[in-house]
Every structure is written in C-alpha cells, then in structure tokens.
C-alpha cells in the first residue's frame, strides 16, 4: 500500500522554466510534508517541508505548495537549473506518533541547457 | 551543520557473510536514528527505527535476527546484516534526528552504503 505516490517517474525542463513536481498521499493523518533532493549513490537531502496548517511554503528558489483537500502537494523550482538534475522524494509523517517518514517512489528531474 | 557519516560507502562480499554497517552524526547528537533500504528505482522503505539505548523498533515484515541494530551512543548506530544472501542486496540508508525526527527537525541522511552479496 503506497501511502505517498509520485506518479511521474521522471520530468525534464530546460534550463530558466520552471520545475513543478507533484506528489499525493492517502494517509489523512499525515500532517507535516517533506521534500528531498537524492544525487546517485548519496543520502537524500533535505530540501523544504511544510505544516499542514500551511497552504505554502517558499524558500529561495523552492516553492512547496500543499492542497490538503485534494491530499496533493507540489514542489515548484523556479528558474530551474542544470544543479537541480536529480532524484527528488516527497515524504510525510505523522508528527504525533513515531515520526516515521514515508517516502513516494521519487521523480527524476532533468534539467536541460 | 548536521552532517550524518555512514561506512563503508560500498561492500561486495560473499554469501553467509555478516556485514556491519555504522551511521556517525557528527556535529549533533542523534537521539534517533532510522535505517532505511532502497532497491533500484524503488522508494525509501524504513525497516527500522533505534533510540539511543533501548532496542529498535523494526517494521512489519523486517526480520529482527537478520538486521541486528545496535544504538549504543548519541552518536553512532551500527546496522548489521547477518549470514547475508544475495536476496539481501541492496542500498542501505541511515538517517539521523534530534528529539525523535519531527517535522520541525529533518532527518538527516547518511550517503548510503551498497550491499553486494556474491
């Protein structure tokens, strides 16, 4: 059962766009969102999250945004650039139990000159 | 700030072997720390979740006797895949948090280490 899904398993923008990816979950008790940034064979790291009393969250060039009715969210990267190629995974948790992640399958984002 | 070590950053062995994994946060202390496994093209799927001096919690369909933990510092928790098989191949991930990894506290992540059993 994949409480959190990213349904596009890859995306490419060309350099200057802007990079939306987009991420649901089914777990209506999931309360904080959290988006990383996976190069191969490294950790993931961590790049903006968000509270579910929030509707969005901005941070430089990253741009959370979270539709709680929809059980959506989607993280938009604006100007997108080469750097930003990489794997990135939403995940959620449940802030009042034992703050386990669950992570989606993770968007591979290719960023082109 | 927040740096998360894990070693040995890759291991091919041969089957039946047992192959320990640490995960060191290195400029906070962790009071829990999470192991994850990742197979090719797949998410991050936790097995299990350690706090400094008491037994991990493992995830449902996680074999305790196979994936020793040990958490004995703020510091470091070891993952230790015993008589290891090829099935048991995979990227293993650790990551690290203060205060039980709320949202407010990202964990932190270690660069994984790829397990290869012969």
């Known amino acids: 059962d994949q409480q959190v899904k990213q349904n596009s398993p890859s995306l490419s923008v060309q350099e200057g766009r802007i990079s939306i990816l987009n991420c649901d979950y089914t777990?209506?008790?999931?309360?904080?969102f959290l988006w990383y940034k996976k190069y191969p064979a490294e950790g993931p790291t961590f790049l903006i999250s968000?509270?579910?009393?929030?509707d969005k969250n901005e941070d430089g060039r990253f741009t959370v945004f979270l539709n709680k009715s929809a059980k959506h969210l989607s993280l938009h990267i604006v100007p997108s650039q080469p750097g930003d190629s990489a794997v990135y995974f939403c995940?959620?948790?449940?802030?009042?139990?034992?703050?386990?992640?669950?992570f989606g399958t993770g968007t591979r984002l290719q960023v082109t000159l | 700030g927040a740096v998360v070590s894990q070693h040995p950053s890759w291991v091919i062995c041969k089957s039946g072997t047992s192959v320990k994994i640490e995960c060191r946060s290195l400029?906070?202390?962790?009071?829990?720390m999470f192991w994850y496994r990742q197979f090719p093209k797949q998410s991050l799927m936790l097995m299990a979740t350690?706090?400094?001096?008491?037994?991990?919690?493992?995830e449902q369909g996680v074999e305790k006797d196979k994936f020793l933990i040990n958490h004995a510092s703020l510091t470091l928790s070891t993952l230790t895949v015993t008589s290891a098989h090829p099935e048991d191949s995979s990227f293993y991930i650790c990551?690290?948090?203060?205060?039980?990894?709320?949202?407010?506290?990202?964990?932190?992540f270690g660069d994984g280490t790829r397990l290869s059993i012969l």
């Open positions: 990551s690290a948090a203060t205060g039980g990894a709320s949202g407010n506290q990202p964990q932190h």
């Open positions: 777990n209506s008790m999931f309360d904080y």
């Open positions: 968000i509270s579910s009393i929030k």
């Open positions: 995940a959620a948790l449940n802030t009042g139990t034992a703050s386990k992640l669950t």
């Open positions: 400029d906070f202390q962790a009071t829990t």
């Open positions: 350690s706090n400094e001096g008491s037994k991990a919690t493992y």
